[in-house]
């Protein structure tokens, strides 16, 4: 008997859960795109983007995923012929750096795997080996949304001075702004992407860029530029349309006022940011109990390497278990799992044994540890091994807050 009757989870990393005030302030009739209340709120939208990233930056506002953004900084930052430093850690970092090579750009690719971190050690190495200093910019990806792996931004930014090296750093953000902690400014960052469905708690359909003084700069010359992907009319626009290349996305903007609200005004950042680290230690606590008695493993093994928004794992349990639990958690209980990404060779039985399971945004104690109980009533019905007290490990970690 199916249970999935009532509202339904998507417990995948992006679109996040919505908060119900975010889609009752979209709500709304549509206003003046030419003047008055819409310019004031686009400013304040801009500091408070700002003040989401700890950054003292310029900031630019594209209708688009990330995706878009990502081409959005290679157009701004890359001149055709360039040369970038990839800084691969999963299916994401992996994209980042074709779409790049796609559009021109020489790439120079370090792959770290799926299941580590950047090593700052080889970054510096293969900036110093760069002597005549072509490196134009050096690629990484904070927490990729496949691996889950949560990369040492500081540390990169550390290497490449080491190096005494001037590229720029560009980080995407997409899996991790508004989940894990990030510092434009005290890390180093040049250029930093987001985008509204994940953290943010907006529905799909804004990108974000941050740039700081030394990109902009250095974009001046770049002549991947096209009319609509130039960030500088974005990021000093003399009439109100240029913020957005024409039209203003004006109920995405109404939903983004009110979530940046709730994380700075109301919730905090740093609270925000203890939420989701123990969310996730739940959802890890969970995985560590059902693997003493299964095939089950989490991606990433150390935990300090593991972003705290999305946790990438295996379930085998007699092949393609990952794919048998997110069927019935769906069909029979109303949750959605993610799906795995980049873990295998596609069209391999093994791309059926993994999942991702996503704790980002706007969520709460109850959501973690309901979605958790659901996989394991999974695990029991389709008799997949799993170690016993999954989900009171979970509720431990939440109960010690």
Same mark, same amino acid.
């Given at each position: 008997?199916?249970? /999935? ?9 992006? %679109?996040?859960?919505? %908060? ?15 003047? =008055? !209340? ?21 900031? &630019? ?10 081409? @959005? /900084? ?18 994401? =970092?992996?994209?980042?750096? +074709?779409? #790049? ?16 971190? *950047? !090593?700052? /050690? ?16 050096? +690629? ?18 550390? #290497? ?32 930093? *992407? @987001? /985008? ?9 359909? +804004? ?15 770049? !002549?991947?530029?096209? %009319? ?19 039209? #203003? ?13 709730? +994380? ?20 890890? &606590? #969970? ?6 008695? =299964? ?35 769906? $069909? ?11 873990? &295998?060779?596609?069209?391999?039985? $093994? ?25 394991? &009533?999974?695990?029991? @019905?389709?008799?997949? %091994?799993?170690?016993?007290? =999954? *989900? ?6 939440? @109960?010690?807050?």
């Amino acid at each position: 008997m199916s249970l /999935a009757q009532g509202r339904p989870y998507l417990a995948i990393p992006g %679109p996040s859960a919505m %908060p119900d005030r975010v889609l009752a302030a979209m709500h709304r009739a549509a206003p003046n795109i030419y003047e =008055g !209340d819409i310019v004031t709120m686009t400013r304040g939208i801009i500091a408070d983007l700002r003040r989401v990233a700890l950054s003292s930056s310029h900031v &630019a506002i594209y209708i688009s995923n990330g995706h878009g953004v990502w081409e @959005a /900084a290679i157009a701004n930052l890359f001149s055709r012929g360039d040369r970038a430093l990839s800084l691969a850690t999963g299916r994401f =970092g992996i994209n980042w750096a +074709l779409h #790049a090579g796609a559009m021109g750009v020489e790439v120079e690719t370090l792959d770290f795997g799926l299941k580590a971190p *950047v !090593d700052p /050690a080889r970054v510096e190495a293969a900036l110093r080996a760069d002597t005549a200093q072509k490196i134009k910019v050096v +690629l990484l990806t904070h927490v990729d949304t496949a691996t889950s792996v949560r990369n040492d931004v500081a540390a990169v930014r550390a #290497a490449i001075d080491a190096a005494g090296h001037p590229a720029l750093l560009a980080v995407d953000c997409i899996a991790s702004l508004g989940c894990d902690a990030f510092r434009f400014d005290d890390w180093g960052v040049d250029v930093m *992407v @987001a /985008a509204s469905q994940k953290g943010l708690m907006v529905p799909p359909g +804004l990108g974000f860029v941050w740039v700081s003084d030394k990109a902009l700069e250095a974009s001046r010359t770049s !002549d991947l530029k096209t %009319p609509y992907w130039d960030w500088a009319p974005r990021l000093n626009p003399e009439h109100y349309y240029e913020y957005f290349a024409g039209t #203003a996305p004006t109920h995405h903007l109404f939903g983004l006022v009110e979530s940046l609200k709730m +994380l700075l005004d109301e919730e905090g950042l740093a609270h925000v940011w203890a939420r989701h680290a123990t969310l996730a230690r739940a959802v890890w &606590a #969970a995985f560590d109990a059902w693997g003493q008695g =299964g095939e089950i493993t989490m991606n990433i093994a150390d935990p300090a390497q593991r972003g705290h928004s999305v946790t990438a794992a295996r379930i085998g349990g007699g092949g393609g278990g990952a794919a048998r639990l997110r069927s019935w958690c769906e $069909e029979e209980a109303g949750l959605t799992l993610g799906i795995g990404l980049g873990m &295998a060779e596609p069209g391999t039985p $093994e791309v059926a044994n993994y999942l991702r399971i996503a704790h980002m945004g706007h969520v709460n104690a109850h959501m973690t540890l309901g979605a958790l109980g659901v996989m394991e &009533a999974g695990m029991i @019905a389709l008799g997949i %091994p799993h170690g016993a007290g =999954g *989900v009171a490990a979970a509720a431990a970690v939440c @109960a010690q807050g």
